[in-house]
């Protein structure tokens, strides 16, 4: 049984990545990861804002009070001139290079060109095996189109390419106006792979206290339904590799996707709520469900079932809608004719 597969130029030893999550701050659950099946990791995400905070408080440190002697103002230079780096995050993957020897791939978590493209290299020479960009953006700009936030996408892929040699990888949120014109354009743009989709976080109201709070929801089987349909939609069209994100709880999830047309399939919710052995449980699922098919291989089942090669390309599109609804309606009347008949 051969369960293994290809991502940014890597030959893994099977398609079950864990995503970034808090689970990759700590180097033994790295390392538990490895043990329970894990082909790669991707760190937890290095954070724009983060990067921005420490240079503001070097800044306040170096500055504070020498106002009061304006003699002394000139003995600091100016915060441009220092490196100042993620040398925790840095470290971090240094570690776990010399821990494991899966892959890691690191992630950058930003929103804009300038704000942390420039620790991509740094990161590569840590020993991270691939980059993963998290551009998480939401825009509320009135005046700000769609033409120019695409476009941001767009320039942050093409300077990070520019500052590094290792793989690089895009993890999209689905909320573009054309998803498919979107991902030819990344792709043209030299995304080795593209991560679909991003899982935005959403703010709740707290009614007791009457604030805005952080409300993070793990994923739950159902969220898989919209990376399918793109992974789908998109295998055989584009150069780029395509990961599954998002949803995968189960072997079958992982399967499915795999059928799609993704190259790998990547979890955390389901090891967060269930814990790092769950890898090797979803690899004995894949591995025994491919067994009973009579599967020989991940690439032979790899896009058997996307829009390219399904028997109703249709299946993926709009043309599905009235059949779905149909469907809906006839089995909602049998369940409440049912009910009502035997009281």
Known sequence: MDITTS???MRLRSPLVPSASPL???IDNIQRMEDAGAAAVVMHSLFEEQLRLERYELHHHLTHGTESFPEAITYFPEPINFRVGPETYLEHIHKAKQKVNIPIIASLNGS???GWTNYAQQLQQAGADALELNIYYVPTDMELTSQEIEQTYIDILLAVKAAVTIPVAVKLSPYFTNMANMAKRLDD???NALVLFNRFYQPDINLNLLEVEPNVLLST???MRLPLRWIAILYG???AELAANSGIHKGEDAIKMLMAGANITMFASVLLRHGINQIRVIEQELIHWMEKHEYESVT????SMSQKHCPDPSAFERAQYMRSLSTYK????AAHDSSYYFG
């Open 7 to 9: 991502y940014l130029g």
């Open 24 to 26: 990759s701050e700590d």
């Open 112 to 114: 804009s060109v300038g």
């Open 189 to 191: 743009a030299g995304a």
């Open 221 to 223: 089987p159902q969220s």
């Open 237 to 239: 069209r584009i150069h």
């Open 300 to 303: 032979q089942m790899q896009g």
């Open 330 to 333: 006839s089995e909602w009347k």
